[in-house]
């Protein structure tokens, strides 16, 4: 019965982790366009706010959802699935949904990311605890 408490915990924060993620992700991303559309910006400017956004994005979603432990396991679930759902709500809204080499790199780095994050929301949220 532990068994299945753990396994339905470690969901439950995950997924709360993500739908943080991905909503605060599509809210950057609205405000950051509204902005290109007031003073357009280099396109290799564009591609480095994109990925601080994404960290910006999982970091908070990590610190938001993820508690008690496998932080790195929790954080790095919730960096590729906020990636990728992100990718996919994006790519619906453009009509440009095609998997590319770009989307395996976007995963990559949500991997790494939220590995950090996760690692970063657990101990600090212990620390408070104490």
Do not use: H
């Not at 590319?100 to 976007?106: G, H, K, R």
């Not at 939220?114 to 929301?121: D, L, Q, R, S």
Request: proline share 1%; with cysteine.
């Amino acid at each position: 019965m532990q068994k299945n408490n753990n396994v339905l915990e470690f969901s439950l924060q995950t997924l709360k982790s993500v739908g943080i993620a991905c909503l605060l992700s599509v809210l950057c991303v609205f405000v950051f366009a509204f902005v290109l559309y007031l003073c357009p910006l280099q396109d290799f400017t564009v591609t480095a706010i994109n990925q601080i956004i994404k960290a910006f994005c999982i970091f908070f979603g990590c610190m938001g959802g993820i508690r008690n432990g496998k932080g790195i396991w929790k954080g790095m679930l919730v960096g590729v699935c906020t990636v990728l759902l992100t990718g996919l709500v994006f790519g619906v809204l453009t009509g440009t949904l095609a998997f590319t080499a770009i989307i395996l790199v976007d995963a990559a780095f949500g991997l790494v990311a939220g590995g950090i994050c996760g690692i970063v929301a657990v101990n600090v949220l212990s620390a408070r605890r104490r």
